[in-house]
């Protein structure tokens, strides 16, 4: 599924395409270096996925800067057994203080609060807790499109 041009995009979306792909790219280099017997070659690719992990943190950095409701996610903290599945023995409810008003409380096992109603969707089927749209006939069911021009599986575009 082929997205807008990168002209059509505002600078958040393309910094968050540049942020995809540089993640992505952390991951070739790194996978490059446990495949390499050279202990030179080895250290080449992980001083490149190193400052990919820099890129990472700068472009997080400005989309902090541009985006406040993503950066009022970065601030947001987990409470214990937030990502723990829904067979987790039974939950504990946390109360999360807040800087400028009182505590509120959480449930422990799916990180809802109390008024947030549950879902008969099964996990993969949320995002950020709505209903994700279905799937692409020819997509993959953890993909939400390609990262790469011209969909070809080599290199990561730099």
Known sequence: M????????DDVARIR??????????NEY???????????VRAFFQHLAAEEKEHVSEAVHML?????????????PFVPGHFQAAEA?????????????PAFSVNGRNGRLPSEPPTS??????????PAPP???????LTVGSLRRGGSGSGSGR
């Open 30 to 40: 790194e996978a490059y270096a446990r495949a390499s017997s050279n202990p030179e």
């Open 64 to 76: 902090r800067m541009l985006d406040s409701g993503q950066n009022d996610h970065f601030a947001k």
């Open 121 to 130: 969707l099964p996990p993969q089927r949320l995002l950020y807790g709505l």
């Open 135 to 141: 799937p692409a006939v020819e997509s993959h069911p």
């Open 2 to 9: 082929a997205g807008p041009p990168d002209s059509d995009l």
């Open 89 to 101: 023995p039974a939950p504990a409810t946390v109360h999360v203080p807040t800087p400028d008003g």
């Open 17 to 26: 395409l540049v942020l995809a792909r540089e993640l992505e790219t952390i």
